[in-house]
């Protein structure tokens, strides 16, 4: 079973700064794009940025200049790091493998919690 861990959220005010990480196996990390989802309270899970194998990256419109995704595919790790932080930007963040615009790959994580307080 593929295991997706996340990590380094936290409680920021607003305007600051976060940097999520999320380590995946190896095997499936190299030639897939990534993902990183956000999950506001009461809200659906939202894909909010994807990068490429060849390091192509896409954002939704709320978060691009402010989000921004890399990987390490040494470390078999993907990035966000999250600057100009908004009230709105909070939720349970998660790292998938994303197939077309509303499915993923593997089971989810447990996720990061990012509180951005007003």
């Known amino acids: 079973q593929v295991q997706l861990v996340e990590s380094g959220g936290g409680l920021v005010q607003a305007g600051g700064s976060l940097s999520l990480s999320c380590a995946a196996p190896?095997?499936?990390?190299?030639?897939?794009?990534m993902g990183w989802y956000q999950q506001a309270p009461g809200k659906q899970r939202e894909l909010v940025a994807t990068i490429t194998s060849g390091d192509t990256t896409h954002y939704v419109d709320s978060v691009k200049g402010r989000f921004t995704i890399a990987r390490d595919n040494a470390k078999s790790t993907v990035y966000l790091h999250m600057n100009s932080l908004k009230p709105e930007d909070t939720g349970v963040y998660y790292c998938?493998?994303?197939?077309?615009?509303?499915?993923?790959?593997?089971?989810w994580g447990q996720g990061t919690q990012v509180t951005v307080s007003s």
């Open positions: 190896a095997t499936i990390f190299s030639t897939n794009t």
């Open positions: 998938n493998v994303p197939v077309g615009s509303r499915f993923v790959r593997y089971g």
